[in-house]
């Protein structure tokens, strides 16, 4: 009986008894739902425009670098105020102690104005509330709610009143002299401690001065008194005069030759004013609250990755709680300064100053290479009518700065550009990251300036780099039919759970991608991440961990193994590492060959792990497709 049911099964006759085996598939369960892409006849030409156009765009990119190596001077630049009271707490006297952080890379202080207490505290001064003089000469002219001043070094007291608006008169008290001030005048500015400028000048420190300001001060005489110093922080979040204009015009002929601080992540109300006459130079400082948090080891990497990559030129150092943690700080980042190639002295503030007219010829690139990405879609007029609504929309966001918008134009196009042109093989990849690259050239000639590179001006719409180019591709998706056909077909089609599963995941990757641009976003960071973050960006220039996703993403879409629509979803997501190379250039205050290392990094991984998935993508489908129901059941079953 065994033998003759062999028999019928090997000459084709199926058993009765048992349902016929599944036909195993020997290539993917679906083809791929990936269209074509739509190839228009001007498509050579828009080419050669952009071709044509990226001349003066790779001008103007030449010049920015020959720029950004000239400026690789940084000064580290001490609080004095915060070490003067280190010293004092560990019994130190202050220089003795600046000198042991000059051995360890200090080059530079930050002086604050004096106020009538810091004249107090050295001394120079005496102040007496009216009930306390009161109280020790019954029956003097004292007002109890006054305040009384008078010197201890002679003349200081008498020279303070013609600094403010504030009226004082002279009256005798125990037989000495005293000035009455109507109210307390301890946090009225004083001026310079001429004697410590002139001395760290005869130490050759670069020196920052903090001026302060009050209401009491006349207009005519703010900034006066200013001593000869190169750089200007000034405090609080508007400089002297942001909302007075008679006053700020006062501050801008104060200034003279000195150059306004551009502090990161602090731009002053007023200060785009200072800066257009005097120019600028970028101060980067931790807030000590914040520092508190961190080691000496994670402050020294967050110092050296500001002037290696985002063109800090004044590093604004505070003392730690202890020495030896600050000493510990100071050696670490001099040693990561070194190996970033970074020189400690007096900061080359000169202005970077493009070309307008090799800008204005750079802009016919990205306006070619939008047109022709609105002929590529399917239905063109709808692509034509996105690339319009795309360019209004670019313009109108940097509508006080247009050039820009053609940058943002550019960071918008080119990195969905290579997906429609081609999309048929594993290689288009790589003609898909060379339009992006090019794209790289013409957001930099269009989009770095003087205050972008300074960070007064930051690229606005750089969030649409993440979005557009994704529309773009998807759109591309469409088919050739009626877009009311379109949707209706979309509404009434039946979805899987799994599809509801795939959707959701794709929209949640999207938007921690989104959340995650830029430099400091709303985005969480885990603790492992940021522990691997700063070990890999002390040693080398940290790759964006999204391209090196995402590029691999593409490298599997382009494959032609996906079924059903997994190829447009890793086509979409390979999109998100085009857009995120635009993205990484779209920060000017980093210099240009600091974000193509980046870059290209960050292509080379993905391109690796890229491989590596179609191959093993490979096995795991012949694996897949080995299987067979009917092998797992044994003689004994099938007898």
Not at 482 to 506: E, F
């Amino acid at each position: 009986m065994w033998i003759s049911f062999n028999r019928l099964r090997i000459s084709g006759v199926t058993d009765p008894l048992r349902s016929p085996a599944p036909v195993v598939p020997t290539g993917p369960a679906r083809p791929s739902l990936v269209p074509p892409p739509n190839w228009h006849p001007r498509t050579p030409l828009l080419l050669g425009l952009v071709f044509l156009s990226l001349i003066p765009a790779l001008i103007l990119t030449f010049q920015r670098v020959q720029f950004e190596q000239s400026r690789k001077v940084t000064a580290l630049v001490m609080d004095y105020p915060a070490l003067v009271i280190q010293a004092r707490r560990y019994g130190q006297d202050p220089q003795a102690l600046l000198n042991r952080y000059k051995a360890l890379g200090v080059n530079g202080v930050a002086l604050y104005e004096d106020t009538v207490a810091s004249l107090q505290q050295r001394g120079e001064i005496l102040l007496k509330n009216g009930y306390d003089l009161a109280d020790k000469f019954p029956g003097a002219p004292v007002k109890p709610n006054a305040v009384y001043m008078r010197s201890v070094v002679p003349g200081v007291a008498e020279s303070l009143p013609a600094r403010y608006t504030i009226p004082t008169h002279t009256v005798t008290v125990g037989g000495q002299s005293w000035l009455e001030w109507p109210s307390d005048p301890s946090y009225l500015p004083a001026g310079p401690n001429r004697a410590q400028v002139a001395e760290f000048q005869r130490q050759g420190m670069v020196l920052v001065y903090r001026p302060y300001n009050d209401e009491a001060r006349p207009v005519s005489q703010v900034g006066t008194d200013w001593p000869a110093v190169p750089y200007v922080a000034f405090t609080d979040d508007a400089v002297i005069g942001a909302r007075t204009p008679e006053l700020l015009e006062q501050v801008d002929r104060a200034m003279g030759q000195r150059i306004p601080a551009v502090i990161e992540g602090n731009i002053q109300d007023g200060l785009e004013d200072l800066v257009l006459t005097h120019g600028g130079v970028r101060l980067f400082a931790l807030a000590p609250s914040w520092q508190n948090q961190l080691t000496p080891e994670e402050i020294a990497s967050k110092y050296n990755l500001a002037a290696r990559e985002r063109s800090q030129q004044l590093l604004y150092l505070r003392p730690f709680p202890t020495i030896n943690e600050t000493t510990d700080m100071l050696a670490r980042l001099q040693e990561l300064m070194k190996n970033s190639g970074i020189k400690v002295g007096m900061p080359v503030t000169t202005a970077f100053e493009p070309s307008p007219v090799l800008r204005w010829l750079s802009i016919i690139g990205p306006l070619a290479a939008l047109l022709l990405a609105g002929l590529s879609l399917p239905l063109r007029r709808l692509g034509l009518l996105g690339a319009a609504g795309t360019l209004l929309l670019c313009l109108g966001l940097n509508y006080a700065t247009p050039l820009a918008g053609f940058a943002l134009v550019a960071a918008v196009t080119f990195p969905a550009l290579g997906l429609l042109l081609r999309r048929s093989r594993i290689t288009d990849w790589f003609i898909a990251t060379g339009l992006s690259l090019v794209g790289v050239v013409f957001v930099s000639a269009l989009g770095a300036t003087p205050d972008s590179m300074l960070g007064l001006h930051p690229f606005r719409g750089v969030g649409l780099t993440l979005l557009l180019p994704l529309a773009m591709v998807a759109a591309s998706f469409l088919p050739k039919q009626d877009i009311r056909k379109t949707v209706s077909d979309v509404y009434n089609a039946p979805i899987k759970l799994g599809d509801i599963a795939v959707m959701g995941l794709g929209l949640a990757l999207l938007g921690l991608v989104y959340s995650r641009r830029g430099n400091a976003t709303g985005g969480s960071v885990t603790e492992f991440e940021s522990s691997l973050r700063q070990n890999v960006q002390d040693s080398m220039v940290r790759p964006r961990f999204k391209e090196v996703a995402a590029h691999p993403l593409a490298i599997l879409g382009l494959s032609g193994k996906l079924p059903g629509y997994f190829s447009g979803l890793m086509l979409l997501g390979g999109t998100m590492g085009q857009a995120s190379i635009l993205n990484t250039f779209s920060h000017f205050h980093t210099p240009f060959l600091i974000s193509a290392t980046r870059c290209f990094l960050g292509l080379g991984l993905g391109l690796l792990i890229g491989l590596l998935l179609v191959k093993l993508f490979d096995v795991l489908a012949g694996f897949w497709r080995s299987y067979r129901p009917d092998a797992a059941v044994g003689p004994r079953a099938r007898a």
